[in-house]
């Protein structure tokens, strides 16, 4: 079984803030052509802080870029690898322009960059199951949305005793199916039998019918030459003839 929850970090990441909050981290500043280092407080993952230099000042995102990635090597390299599972950290170009000149938003980056191999570490033995993949992305607006896949069955124990199970439901609907079958056509034999009994009775029945009639003037003289008929012993059966007293 598969599973993927996207949405911003957990709690124990960093959280973004107010751009106002960061200004109050600063605590030296050195100039190096257009190039500023700031010396600042960064929170941790951990809920202390720590003192990291940080630069902004640059002319466009890609030396930015590079600056970022000699610190934090997983930036948009593709996929690399946190607490041994395959992770992307991607930040926008857009976002990434918005920073490289602006202290504030560079120190917010900067410190959940930093944050993300504790957030992996947190993630891997918090998660239930085990986790096949990871996902970090910072959009145009700074927003953070993790991606989290993995399987509950690494070694394929719970995908066998399903299939298994799975295969002994369908066999025992199958023998089920086909003992409603079985019985329906017993049945339905029964029936036909049922109805051949009734036809061969009915043919019976009709073999057997007969009609004798007689006429003359003395009822009783009518009557026994009728039973005389119909017993065997005067016209043949189903004759008719006329009897005068």
């Known amino acids: 079984m598969s599973m993927e929850i996207t949405g911003n970090l957990p709690d ?36 202390g802080t720590k003192t990291e230099q940080i630069k902004t000042g640059y002319s466009n995102v890609n030396d930015y870029s590079k600056y970022l990635q000699g610190k934090y ?56 199951g085990t986790l096949t993949n990871l996902s970090y992305s910072v ?8 991606a989290i896949s993995g399987t509950s069955d690494p070694d394929g124990k719970i995908a066998k005793e399903n299939a298994e199970r799975r295969a002994k439901e369908k066999k025992a609907a199958e023998e089920k199916a086909a003992e409603r079958r079985k ?32 006429t003359g003037t003395n009822v009783k003289s009518v009557t026994q030459n009728i039973v005389a008929a119909v017993s065997g012993t005067s016209s043949p059966t189903g004759g008719s003839f006329d009897i005068k007293a």
């Open 183 to 214: 019985e329906k056509k017993a049945e339905e034999e029964k029936a036909a039998e049922r109805r051949a009994e009734r036809k061969e009775q009915m043919d019976k029945l009709t073999e057997g019918t007969f009609t004798v009639s007689a």
């Open 12 to 47: 124990y990441a960093v959280r973004k803030q107010n751009h106002s909050d960061y200004g109050k981290g600063y605590t030296n500043t050195a100039k190096e052509s257009n190039v500023t280092t700031s010396t600042v407080e960064l929170k941790t993952s951990t809920g």
């Open 139 to 146: 959009d145009a607006n700074g927003n953070i949305s993790v």
């Open 73 to 128: 090597s997983y930036m948009n390299s593709g996929t690399t690898s946190m607490q041994g599972i395959p992770t992307t950290v991607s930040v926008s170009g857009a976002f990434l322009k918005k920073c490289m000149n602006d202290p504030e938003k560079a120190k917010y980056l900067e410190e959940n960059l930093a944050a993300l191999p504790d957030c992996a570490k947190s993630a891997v033995s918090s998660c239930r």
